[in-house]
Structure formats: structure tokens, C-alpha cells
């Protein structure tokens, strides 16, 4: 099954645990859906390691069961050790009749407990038990990421996706910042940026080997403000050459890497890559473009995504094209989102065409670059992440209203 399979989705997202179980035993599922029943739902997958980490992405469940009866030892071993890599903070519980064998080779793979299929009556309590340990757990895996989405092409996700890496690489000085540029038309943070990467996502990963700190330091394409671009191949035939699973062991590399990454996920082409980036990623933002039918398209999207499994309440809107004498206000738009207002950025074509056009950034005094800004200061104080020397900004603030000030005397 994959994500378009809403109905099990539904299941999933009401609030009640789900537990993956890779097995094509329908029988086993059923049984074990049933001991769970006061936990939440068994969903379960037949298929490789790498359907079932695909499905993990997509599905973000609370916990894997890994069958251990013979034959499926050596392939729960194997999904066991590249869910620990990939998910360090998944739990993973082994199930199966617990022969000598069956034990050894859970103990082996490193799984947290082990259900018994002979006495389900204790299934619940070990689930229980294993999720309270987990729960704890940070879910991070790695530097945060903040994703920007947008219902449809032509919102702002990429203008404000580029705008916000660079200011968020301007305060944190010497810390490494990653742009992603996955949305589509593909490649518009680079070309708005003014820069052609040589290495794309395809590339990275098939170069992943060799990735090390000197690599991280000199493979990406950088911005003259040592902002590193990694977009999305530009032919679609490489791009469906990326293979979900090396993505994510691509993306936990990354995070590890750097300080903070920014993805432009605005109409991305590939779905699954979204879900599992917009599930992984410490704050999403809506882009969402001021006037009624950009409202029209956001509630479309929000409802499409929320009717697939993936929740949307913990997101901000970020309102573009904004000016304030419409009828459609901003406090109108986040409340009929539903969302609550990360920034509102007006409305100036010239100044961000000029600046595009020509791959710069924009001056630093330009209004919709310093709503930008104070955007980028609101979300690192969020994430947690102290701008490196936030004195000159002061500085220059109290500068400006001096300024004001004696203008208008
Ligand atoms: N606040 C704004 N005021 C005026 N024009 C804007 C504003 N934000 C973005 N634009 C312009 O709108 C166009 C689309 O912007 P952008 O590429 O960022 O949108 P997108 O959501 O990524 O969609 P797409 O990728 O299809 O272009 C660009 O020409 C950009 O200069
Ligand atoms: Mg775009």
C-alpha cells in the first residue's frame, strides 16, 4: 500500500498509536491488531526493507514489529539495523514464538522487547511499556530543518525559502547553513540566488560514501554568502532515479552536518519525499498569498494532506503579497486557516524581480527583506539557535528610529 490508501491513514491519524508490522501474514496482523486494540492500530506491510522504510517516512509510526519466526529472521535483522540507523528514535519490537533462535536473532538486531504470539494477553503491556521508554526520547534526528510548502506555484515559497536561508546563514555567522531547493519548477532558490549547483540530491547520494567533513565543506554549491545550495536534479528522469531510502540516509547525514537546514518544498514533485521531509521537519510553514484564491488553494491543500494522515496543527502561515488596505486580511486568512501567523510580507514585485532577475539578494533596507529577516530571528529564538552577534541589528534599530525621530521634528 502507499500513501494514497487513505482509509488505513485515517485509521492512523485519530489520535490513538499506530504499530507497523512487516510481515505478509494477515493472520499474525489481525491477531496482533486485536491485542493492541486498546493502544491504537497494527497496520501491516509485506515487502522489502526498503518498502518498509519508505512506509515509515510516510506513515510515521510509533513503533515497528519485526517478525522473528524463521524464515524472515535475517530480513527483520537487516530492516532492524537500517531502522536504528535511519530512525534512532523508533521503537522497535520483535515478534514471533519465542524459540531459541527467534531470541538470539532479536537480541541480535537490537530490538527493545519481544511479543510472544502464543500469549497475547501480554502484548499490550510490553507495547505499552516499550512506547513509555520512547516517548521521552527526542524525535530530532539532527540540526533543525524548517520546510516551507505552498498549495500551488506561484505563492512565494521559493523567493522566501532563499531569503530566509541567507538571513538565517547571516546570524549564525560561521555556522554551516544548507538550503534545499526541492520544489517545483525546480531549481528557483538557486536561480533567484544567482547560482548553479554542480551537485544535486542524485549525485549526493551516490556519492555518499565519501562523504566526510572535508567533502561537506567544498561538494555544495555556495551562495558568496557561504550559504551551501543542494537542489533537486534538473532532468525528471534523474530524479525519479532517487530512491526514497537513500534519500533519508542522505538526510539524516545532512542534518548532522550542518546547524540548520531550510527546505523550499513548494509543489514538490515528489510527494513522498515531501511527507517525509514536512514529518521530519521542526516547523513548517504555509506560504500563502494574500487574496481569496490563494486562501481557496491553502484550504485544499491542508485538508488533502490532514485526509492522508499528515497533521497540520502545529504549522504557522506565512502570509506573502500582503498589503494592508485588502478586505482579506492576514488575521482573516490565519483564521480561516486555522493557523496562527509566522509573518506577514508585503507586497513588492519590483524590488524581488529586480533582485531575481539579476541572482542578487535584496538590500538589506528593502521592507519585505527585513520582514524576511525579523521572520529569520522569530524562528532561530524557536528552534533554539542564538544569532551569533545580534548587536549590530540593535545598533542599527536604535540608528533608524533615531533617524525617524529627527526627520520628524
Ligand atoms: N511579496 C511579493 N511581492 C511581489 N511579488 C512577489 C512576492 N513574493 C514573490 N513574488 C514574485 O512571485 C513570483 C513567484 O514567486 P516564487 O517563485 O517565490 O513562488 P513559488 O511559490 O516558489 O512558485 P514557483 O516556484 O511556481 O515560482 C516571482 O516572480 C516573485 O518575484
Ligand atoms: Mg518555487
Known amino acids: 500500500m502507499n500513501i494514497a490508501d487513505k482509509s488505513v491513514l485515517m485509521q492512523a491519524s485519530n489520535g490513538s498509536r499506530t504499530f507497523l508490522l512487516h510481515s505478509a501474514d494477515a493472520l499474525l496482523a489481525d491477531r496482533l491488531d486485536r491485542a493492541l486494540a486498546s493502544l491504537g492500530?497494527?497496520?501491516?506491510?509485506?515487502?522489502?526493507?526498503?518498502?518498509?522504510?519508505?512506509?515509515?517516512?510516510?506513515?510515521?509510526p510509533d513503533a515497528v514489529l519485526l517478525a522473528f519466526d524463521t524464515p524472515d529472521q535475517q530480513i527483520a535483522h537487516h530492516a532492524a539495523k537500517q531502522l536504528a540507523e535511519l530512525y534512532p528514535s523508533l521503537a522497535l519490537i520483535g515478534v514471533g514464538n519465542p524459540t531459541e533462535s527467534a531470541m538470539h536473532a532479536a537480541l541480535k538486531a537490537g530490538v527493545a522487547e519481544f511479543i510472544d504470539i502464543g500469549n497475547l494477553?501480554?502484548?499490550?503491556?510490553?507495547?505499552?511499556?516499550?512506547?513509555?521508554?520512547?516517548?521521552?526520547?527526542?524525535?530530532?534526528?539532527?540540526?533543525?530543518?524548517?520546510?516551507?510548502?505552498g498549495a500551488r506555484q506561484g505563492m512565494g515559497t521559493s523567493s522566501i525559502s532563499a531569503e530566509l536561508a541567507l538571513r538565517i546563514k547571516a546570524h549564525l555567522g560561521d555556522?554551516?547553513?544548507?538550503?534545499?531547493?526541492?520544489?517545483?519548477?525546480?531549481?528557483?532558490?538557486?536561480?533567484?540566488?544567482?547560482?548553479?549547483?554542480?551537485l544535486d540530491m542524485l549525485g549526493a547520494i551516490q556519492n555518499i560514501a565519501r562523504?566526510?567533513?572535508?567533502?561537506?565543506?567544498?561538494?555544495?554549491?555556495r551562495h558568496e554568502r557561504n550559504l551551501a545550495i543542494l537542489p533537486l536534479p534538473a532532468q525528471a528522469l534523474d530524479r525519479a532515479d532517487i530512491a526514497?531510502?537513500?534519500?533519508?540516509?542522505?538526510?539524516?547525514?545532512?542534518?548532522?552536518?550542518?546547524?540548520?537546514?531550510?527546505?523550499?518544498?513548494g509543489c514538490?514533485?515528489?510527494?513522498?519525499?515531501?511527507?517525509h521531509l514536512i514529518r521530519n521537519a521542526s516547523l513548517v510553514l504555509l506560504v500563502c498569498?494574500?487574496?481569496?484564491?490563494?486562501?481557496?488553494?491553502?484550504?485544499?491543500?491542508?485538508?488533502?494532506?490532514?485526509?492522508?494522515?499528515?497533521?497540520?496543527?502545529?504549522?504557522?502561515?506565512?502570509?506573502?503579497?500582503?498589503v494592508d488596505e485588502r478586505t482579506v486580511s492576514a488575521a482573516h486568512l490565519a483564521h480561516r486557516l486555522g493557523l496562527p501567523i509566522a509573518a506577514t510580507l508585503p507586497y513588492d514585485a519590483v524590488a524581488l524581480n529586480d533582485a531575481q532577475s539579476l541572482g542578487k539578494?535584496?538590500?538589506?533596507?528593502?521592507?519585505?527583506?527585513?520582514?524576511?529577516?525579523?521572520?529569520?530571528?522569530?524562528?532561530?529564538?524557536?528552534?533554539?539557535?542564538k544569532p551569533v552577534n545580534p548587536q549590530p541589528d540593535k545598533l542599527a534599530h536604535r540608528l533608524s528610529r533615531l533617524f525617524v525621530r529627527s526627520d520628524a521634528s
Open 41 to 60: 492500530v497494527v497496520i501491516s506491510r509485506a515487502g522489502d526493507v526498503a518498502d518498509l522504510i519508505r512506509e515509515v517516512g510516510l506513515l510515521g
Open 121 to 149: 494477553a501480554e502484548a499490550a503491556t510490553i507495547a505499552s511499556d516499550t512506547l513509555n521508554n520512547y516517548d521521552g526520547q527526542s524525535r530530532q534526528t539532527g540540526c533543525p530543518m524548517i520546510a516551507l510548502v
Open 175 to 198: 555556522q554551516e547553513v544548507l538550503l534545499m531547493d526541492c520544489g517545483a519548477p525546480v531549481r528557483d532558490c538557486s536561480l533567484y540566488l544567482g547560482v548553479e549547483p554542480d
Open 211 to 221: 562523504f566526510d567533513q572535508v567533502m561537506m565543506k567544498t561538494a555544495f554549491a
Open 244 to 265: 526514497t531510502t537513500e534519500a533519508l540516509r542522505l538526510f539524516r547525514i545532512l542534518r548532522s552536518y550542518f546547524k540548520a537546514v531550510v527546505v523550499d518544498l
Open 268 to 275: 514538490a514533485p515528489d510527494p513522498q519525499l515531501a511527507q
Open 289 to 322: 498569498e494574500q487574496g481569496i484564491s490563494g486562501l481557496k488553494t491553502s484550504l485544499e491543500y491542508l485538508g488533502q494532506l490532514e485526509s492522508g494522515g499528515i497533521g497540520t496543527g502545529g504549522w504557522r502561515a506565512v502570509i506573502n503579497r500582503h
Open 361 to 385: 539578494p535584496l538590500p538589506a533596507q528593502n521592507r519585505w527583506a527585513r520582514a524576511v529577516d525579523a521572520l529569520a530571528l522569530k524562528l532561530l529564538d524557536e528552534i533554539g539557535l
